[in-house]
């Protein structure tokens, strides 16, 4: 059975990655997909590859700080596939500032992307699913919103922010039917991580990856997306406010 048969899907940041790979779950699931992304090159090749399984896709370069453009993006989906489902937050940054040098714009560039995205797109999803009394909406947080790093700063402000986000809103809208949860991943293999270890100042910063691993490796997109087309389901009916972690282990772990 198809856990996600005749729901739309709007993913955000699913020209590639861990977005990429929640788009390809939720048309394997049965969705109806809407990919968002800034970028339109990559986002047409994903959707060229989508639509060639058979997926229903609908791909639009969207940057989800613009709330006019998030606006009339949504609006787009419910012309094409006639209402929205399902809405996962998923288009994110890494930040790798200083907190003196950083300047006040480049502090607002991150929180536009890794927070305020999320409620600009919940606000514009929220209006019908509120009105046809169910929905769901997942918002990608981080394993940072619990436990950092030094060198990411304030990359974990803004996905605890997330976090806090994800809470509120589920109370907000749980009298309508609509849930609201966060998923956190830990070290998952994207292109993000590779800048990640790439810019890193220690040229062994991956074997301290993979040495810290419960399960002794990276996650791959797929096992995030699982997890997410999961929570966007009708099995996950009684899970609401919630922040599931897909890291291996990796946050429990004290030694
Ligand atoms: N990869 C990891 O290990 C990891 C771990 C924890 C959390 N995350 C989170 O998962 C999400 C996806 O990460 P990823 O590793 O797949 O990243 P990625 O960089 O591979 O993909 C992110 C996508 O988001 C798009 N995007 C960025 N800003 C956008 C904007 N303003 N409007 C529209 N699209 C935009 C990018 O073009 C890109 O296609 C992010 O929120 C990230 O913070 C990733």
Known sequence: MQRLADKTVVVT??????????????AREGAAVALFDLDAVALAETAG?????GA?????????????????????????????DVLVNNAGRNVYADPVAMTSAEWDGVFDVDLKAAFLCAKHVLAGM?????????????????????????????????????????????PFGVRVNAVSPGYIRTALVDEYLAGHADPDAEREVLRAQPLGRIGTPHEVAETVCFLASDA??????????VDGGLGVRFA
């Not at 060198?151 to 809470?167: D, E, H, I, Q």
Request: glycine share 12%.
């Open 13 to 26: 940041g699913a020209a590639r990655g861990i977005g990429q790979a929640i788009a390809e779950v939720a």
């Open 49 to 53: 590859e989508l639509a060639a399984t």
């Open 56 to 84: 229903r896709v609908f791909a639009l370069p969207v940057d989800v700080t613009d709330e006019g453009a998030v606006a009339d993006g949504m609006s787009q989906v419910v012309r094409a596939f006639g209402r929205i």
């Open 130 to 174: 509120k009105e046809r009394g169910g929905g769901s909406i997942v918002n990608i947080a981080s394993l940072h919103a619990k436990l950092t790093c030094a060198g990411m700063y304030p990359y974990a402000a803004a996905k605890s922010g997330l976090v806090g986000l994800t809470r509120s809103l589920a109370l907000e809208v749980a």
């Open 236 to 245: 996950a009916s009684y899970v609401t406010g919630a922040d599931w972690a």
